[in-house]
Nanobody, 122 residues
Framework: VQLQASGGGLVQPGGSLRLSCESS????????MAWYRQPPGKQREFVAS????????RYADSVKGRFTISRDNAQKTMYLQMNSLEPEDTAVYYC????????????????WGQGTQVTVSS
C-alpha cells in the first residue's frame, strides 16, 4: 500500500491549505484513515481521523473548528482542509491507514505516506 500526501506549502497566519492523500490500496473504501503531524523537534501527533464511510470523524482539540477531514472513496483520496492556520500548525503532515477500535478511537496501521511540509509564517 502506498499513500501519497500533497498540498503542503508556506502560508501566512490565518490562511488556508488543503492537503490530499492518494491511496493505492484497493481496500481503501473499507479502511479508516487519519492525518498525523510532526512539528519540528517534537513527536508525531494525531490530527484527525475518519471512518471508512466518512460518517464519523474525530479531531485533536488543537484543530477542532479549524480543520475538516473528508474522503472520496471513488477516488481513493482523503483530504484535510485547514483554515485559520497558526504558526503552531507548522509540521510535516502524514496520512495513515488504520482501523477504529472498540472505544471508537483510531488505531494506526504501520502504513504511512511520505509526508508534506506545512509552514505557517509571516
Amino acid at each position: 500500500v502506498q499513500l501519497q500526501a500533497s498540498g503542503g506549502g508556506l502560508v501566512q497566519p490565518g490562511g488556508s491549505l488543503r492537503l490530499s492523500c492518494e491511496s493505492s490500496d484497493g481496500r481503501f473504501r473499507i479502511t479508516a484513515m487519519a492525518w498525523y503531524r510532526q512539528p519540528p523537534g517534537k513527536q508525531r501527533e494525531f490530527v484527525a481521523s475518519i471512518t471508512n464511510s466518512g460518517g464519523s470523524k474525530r479531531y485533536a482539540d488543537s484543530v477542532k473548528g479549524r480543520f475538516t477531514i473528508s474522503r472520496d472513496n471513488a477516488q481513493k483520496t482523503m483530504y484535510l482542509q485547514m483554515n485559520s492556520l497558526e504558526p503552531e500548525d507548522t509540521a510535516v503532515y502524514y496520512c495513515n491507514a488504520g482501523r477504529i477500535g472498540g472505544a471508537g478511537g483510531y488505531i494506526p496501521y504501520d502504513t504511512w505516506g511520505q509526508g508534506t511540509q506545512v509552514t505557517v509564517s509571516s
